[in-house]
């Protein structure tokens, strides 16, 4: 989820461990719980930093070992520590239990959208992306601003809190029952589909869906039930050829196909330079595909200039190019 969606997540749990009667009956927890729960909720996320080197470390390590099966225990330990030292209080067992349960929860919910995570590592590096939920999920945010005003106004925060995770969790099921009703309407159309690669949207009844079968990828969107065809094409694996062979070695190519599970490829050649082109099909917006990577080589296939990461337009992406380099 966004960054806005895990604030307000962290703030709810604080308003929902008070419902712990441990909680409520110690006058210092309360603020110490409430801080593990809004720390635990943005943790996983720290590793955004690594956009500070680059985007192909990023891709690559995002919402990977940070929302891996030992952070799950590794994030609430150090956040515990951390607010037992400043505050003193001797209920660290508390505040480890709800530090626990908000990081928990952010890395649950992160794997319900299109993006994922590598939740089982390090028994596995597969992206677990079940591509039910969008990025940022209005409903989920102002349900929880709902709450949160009740809160304010008086409402007791135990009760309300509970009442909206009710909420969230028969809305979270609504919605794999939506996903899985797209993939059946893909699969009906295409009876030789190997894979269904479905991406939420922020509408509700709007799906992005590419659909793969043994020799051709078909990008379309199902809207209100009915699926609309934008382009296809075919399903070529990567060869193994020179060119994409030395375009492999690349550190963003690599990245971005250790992280894409549907793209097409292309090269072009122009003045001595080759272009290897991916994209992730996945993301298509107004005709365009954002989510790209880049490879241009020179005549010896040395890799000139790369990119991986997301652009909106053929003009930003060149500039881009003009200022990575390999």
Request: glycine share 4%; net charge negative.
């Amino acid at each position: 989820m966004d960054t806005g969606t895990h604030v307000v997540m962290g703030i709810a749990l604080g308003g929902l461990a008070t419902l712990d009667p441990i909680v409520a009956n110690d006058p210092l927890l309360p603020a110490a719980v409430m801080t593990a729960t809004i720390i635990g909720s943005q943790a996983p996320d720290f590793d955004t930093i690594l956009k500070l080197k680059n985007n192909a470390v990023y891709i690559r390590n995002h919402r990977g070992v940070t929302h891996s099966v030992p952070a799950l225990f590794t994030w609430p330990l150090l956040i515990t520590g951390g607010i037992t030292l400043f505050t003193g209080t001797s209920n660290w067992q508390t505040i480890l239990l709800w530090s626990f349960i908000a990081v928990f929860l952010h890395v649950f919910v992160d794997i319900f959208n299109a993006y994922g995570t590598q939740a089982l590592r390090p028994f596995s590096n597969k992206w677990i992306a079940l591509g039910v939920i969008n990025i940022f999920d209005p409903f989920i945010f102002i349900s929880h601003l709902v709450a949160l005003s009740l809160w304010l106004v008086g409402s007791s925060p135990g009760p309300v809190m509970l009442i909206l995770y009710i909420i969230i969790a028969l809305y979270y099921i609504w919605r794999i029952l939506s996903k899985k009703a797209v993939v059946q309407i893909a699969k009906e159309a295409h009876p030789d589909a190997t894979h269904v690669f479905v991406s939420p949207t922020i509408n509700w009844s709007q799906w992005h869906v590419v659909i793969r079968t043994p020799s051709v990828m078909y990008v379309t969107e199902c809207r209100n039930r009915q699926l609309e065809y934008f382009e296809q094409y075919a399903f070529d694996p990567i060869p193994d050829t020179e060119v994409l062979n030395a375009a492999r070695q690349d550190a963003n190519l690599d990245a971005f196909l250790s992280f894409s599970p549907t793209y097409r490829w292309e090269t072009f050649e122009k003045d001595g330079i080759t272009e290897v082109r991916f994209v992730d099909l996945r993301y298509r917006s107004k005709g365009h595909y954002p989510f790209v990577a880049i490879v241009q080589l020179d005549e010896e296939l040395s890799v000139m200039n790369s990119y991986t990461g997301w652009v909106f337009s053929e003009e930003a992406l060149q500039k881009k190019l003009n200022i990575v380099l390999p």
